[in-house]
């Protein structure tokens, strides 16, 4: 190269430099203009700018909402298990069911052999009100074929919602007839109920079970606790099991009624939440009733809120299996285009301080939701003396009892998931739902005569497995390529029979007819009358 130009070389690359800050900071001052959540927090929105580069510049086209969501998941991600996104077409599928109802045409159902099958009509609602009927087959909606074709439950459920006042047609085929029914239904506000069931097991037990916390829990709750009362009822069995939680507020009311006035029942902090305490006012109808709280591994969060509380201020109770151990607060962010996102806030504590949140590591999610799975191989399920507690999450409540914080809420009697090996048969035809189908099959069969059960009382009365019924199991099982020796069916037959019931009871008389019934062979449901007939 010439010498003369390498002189200039310096000069070139220097101008050439403060031109590309002089570029860069023109365009940093022209794409920082938007606005910003976080007051004090510099104008700089890096992920619109990567977004806009990529959606305009990328060498494909690409979808600007799947990576926007991609993006915001894969921040949550390294926060922790429960901080969520939302999108606008799942906000109302994951929302509803908290907020106590949704729109729709009131109908619970299942897919059936590839049929949408009506199980029951909600009370009320606009299914039943233009005679839509429990059995009923769908077979079209709005003139398009839905049966047959491989539907989903959430395509079944997308077909089915919709806005208050707007009309669905739905074709229907119903056993007996020849030709399908059509049925012009106007959706409706529909309620939604986390009170399965409520009922007096004898002259001075009530028993209520809640599956989840949502907007109307404390006010339902309220409604069957007056009912019971009404008939005397002196001891409550209050069952949580399989409660995933809900709403803080709702736990917090429900814990209030059976704890004296001034008695803590929770506490949350955070880094930008200062502590928060909640504490019972005295004015509760449980406060002198005898309590037991049923939980399991599928307990949590409200759910583990309220055995908390009662196990700390030596309330009641607290039987079944330890429970999920989810401590952590979540805050929704509504968002514009009508996403939101969860977001972690706060811990909440029991009274003596224990946060029973279980550790977790941000590599290890699925672990995290899988906890059942893993409680199962270490024998935990099976045994508690498989469960370790570290002693420094030790605690001691005023009446001198002993309780572990960090890993869910510890029953203070434990009952065992029953590996009963002499019931083997009872177990498979129960756990790969051959009993449940074939009891399906059988109110299907005989609904016209199983629906003169107009209550719980006459039904157990009156409703048994016949030994044909029985047979005709055991020959589905077998199609089913289940394999059994006659020692395994005399050992069983018993518990089969208990659950059949209930399964019909439940086709027939919804959960009024399910629980008494399955509660005959229930290990953590027959311990606590034990323990509240000492």
């Not at 233009?130 to 439950?153: E, K, P, Q």
């Not at 009891?439 to 009382?457: C, G, Q």
Request: contains cysteine.
């Amino acid at each position: 190269m010439n010498n003369r130009y390498k002189i200039y070389l310096p000069i070139v690359f220097a101008i050439v430099l403060i031109a590309g800050i002089m570029i860069g900071t023109y365009l940093n001052s022209d794409n920082s203009n938007s606005g910003n959540l976080i007051p004090g927090h510099p104008k700089i929105n890096k992920i619109d700018n990567i977004l806009d580069y990529i959606e305009h510049d990328y060498v494909d086209s690409v979808n600007r909402a799947d990576l926007e969501k991609d993006a915001i998941n894969s921040m949550l991600e390294e926060l922790d298990p429960h901080s969520s996104y939302i999108t606008a077409e799942e906000f109302h599928q994951i929302n509803d069911p908290l907020m106590g109802s949704f729109e729709g045409i009131g109908i619970s159902f299942r897919i059936e052999r590839d049929s949408i099958t009506v199980i029951n009509t909600i009370p009320g609602g606009p299914s039943e009100k233009v005679g839509l009927m429990a059995g009923d087959r769908i077979v079209m909606v709005d003139d398009t074929l839905i049966a047959g074709i491989g539907v989903t439950n959430n395509q079944a459920i997308k077909k089915l919602k919709g806005p208050k006042g707007t009309k669905v047609k739905v074709s229907v085929f119903r056993r007996g007839l020849s030709k399908l029914l059509d049925y012009n239904i106007t959706r409706d506000v529909i309620p939604t109920y986390s009170l399965d069931v409520a009922y007096m097991v004898d002259d001075k037990i009530g028993y209520i079970k809640l599956n989840k916390f949502s907007a109307t829990t404390y006010e339902e709750f309220k409604t069957a606790l007056d009912k019971l009362l009404a008939q005397n009822m002196q001891k409550l069995i209050l069952d949580l099991r399989s409660n995933p939680g809900g709403y803080l507020n709702a736990a917090i009311n429900i814990a209030n009624e059976f704890l004296k006035d001034g008695q803590l029942i929770v506490y949350t902090e955070g880094k930008s939440r200062p502590k928060n305490y909640a504490y019972a006012d005295g004015k509760g109808e449980l406060i002198n009733k005898d309590l037991v709280v049923l939980v399991n591994e599928g307990s949590a969060s409200a759910s583990e809120i309220v055995a908390g509380a009662v196990q700390d201020n030596d309330r009641g109770t607290i039987i079944g299996r330890r429970t999920f151990g989810k401590g952590l607060v979540q805050e929704q962010m509504n968002m514009p285009d009508g996403s939101a996102l969860r977001l972690t806030v706060a811990k909440y504590h029991t009274p003596t301080g224990r946060c029973i949140q279980r550790p977790y590591q941000k590599e290890e999610f699925d672990d995290y939701f899988a906890e059942s799975y893993h409680r199962y191989l270490t024998g935990e399920m099976q045994s508690a003396d498989s469960i370790l507690f570290n002693d420094s999450l030790k605690y001691i409540t005023k009446g001198g009892k002993v309780v572990y914080g960090g890993g869910g809420i510890m029953p203070d009697i434990y009952v065992p998931l029953s590996g009963d090996t002499l019931n083997k048969l009872y177990n498979i035809l129960a756990n790969k739902g051959i009993l449940f189908q074939f009891a399906f099959d059988y109110t299907d069969k005989n609904r016209e005569e199983l629906n003169n059960y107009e209550d719980y009382k006459k039904f157990d009365s009156d409703f048994n497995m016949s030994n044909k019924d029985f047979s005709d199991l055991l020959a589905f099982a077998k199609e089913k390529g289940v394999k059994y020796t006659k020692e395994e069916v005399k050992t069983s037959k018993q518990k089969i029979k208990i659950l059949f019931k209930a399964y019909v009871g439940r086709n027939v008389l919804n959960e009024d007819g399910f629980y008494p019934s399955y509660h005959k062979i229930d290990d953590i449901f027959k311990r606590a009358i034990e323990e509240l007939n000492k």
